[in-house]
């Protein structure tokens, strides 16, 4: 999988977020600095949802 910190990552190593990674119909999601603990996967449409409300109502 090819995992990304997002560009608002904070911190002097950039691991204080979350990163996701894009699956066939869904995305992954961990904790940047736990990556081993597990991850979450939802549906790729469900994320863009969840997104651009993020978006809208920060």
């Known amino acids: 999988m090819n995992w ?3 560009t608002y990552s904070g911190g002097g ?3 204080t977020c979350v990163e996701i990674a894009a699956l ?3 995305i992954a999601i961990r904790d940047s600095k736990a990556p081993a603990r ?3 996967s939802i549906p790729a ?3 863009t949802l969840f997104i651009e409300h993020l978006k809208h109502h920060p």
């Open 24 to 26: 066939t119909t869904r």
């Open 4 to 6: 990304r910190k997002s």
């Open 13 to 15: 190593e950039g691991n």
């Open 45 to 47: 449409p469900s994320f």
């Open 38 to 40: 597990g991850t979450l």
